[in-house]
């Protein structure tokens, strides 16, 4: 019983960012394959955000890897606590972080997405004395849709928020017909 403790303990670190405590890109893998089945077998809907820091090399250079660090701790905090416990919230590189969403329409995902954007840019980070932006980006998974097309697509219109001018949120193009 002991070791089967310690067994769930370290699988659960595994799957954990050192740095923000939420969980890393490996954690959102089995989620991700676990609802896209309950869409595929008509169980409602799914929405996935995509945020990525904007200008995250000037905060660095310019206050220390230390306050960039303190910075991604604030945003996953941010987004652990605008989200449901449902919702899986996962560090996926280096100042990326994906939000997983079930039972979130399009139209909703999208709302939440400008939250989180509104909360950040409000946000007081010491040492910082400005405010730090992200930029979203927003899809729904189709029906039949795999999770590599939904993952491109959301990467697609995080680009197109960057694109754009940043610290803003854009929905991805509807998927291709299967
Ligand atoms: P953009 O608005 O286009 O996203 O520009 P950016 O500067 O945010 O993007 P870029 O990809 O050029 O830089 C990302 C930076 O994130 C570079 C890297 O040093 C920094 N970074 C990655 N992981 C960490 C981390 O764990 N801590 C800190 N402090 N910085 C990190
Ligand atoms: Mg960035
Ligand atoms: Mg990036």
């Known amino acids: 019983m002991a070791l089967k403790h310690r067994e769930v303990q370290i699988l659960e670190t595994s799957l954990t960012d050192v740095l923000t405590g939420v969980g890393n890109r490996r954690k ?26 904007d200008h995250f090399k000037s905060v660095n250079d310019r206050h220390g890897h230390g306050a960039g660090d303190k910075v991604l701790a604030h945003l996953a905090l941010l987004l652990r606590s605008q989200t449901r416990p449902t919702d899986i919230v996962a560090r996926y590189g280096g100042e990326e972080f994906m939000v997983l969403m079930p039972d979130t329409s399009l139209p909703q995902a999208v709302l939440k997405a400008g939250q989180f954007r509104s909360a950040l840019e409000a946000s007081l980070i010491e040492p910082l004395t400005s405010a730090v932006t992200c930029s979203f980006g927003v899809a729904e998974l189709a029906l039949e849709e795999s999770a590599a097309s939904l993952l491109a697509r959301v990467d697609a219109a995080l680009y197109q928020a960057k694109e754009r001018g940043r610290n803003q949120v854009v929905a991805a193009e509807p998927a291709p017909q299967p």
């Open 28 to 53: 959102l893998e089995q989620p991700l394959a676990t609802e896209i089945s309950r869409v595929q077998r008509g169980g409602g809907t799914l929405s996935a955000i995509m945020a990525d820091v």
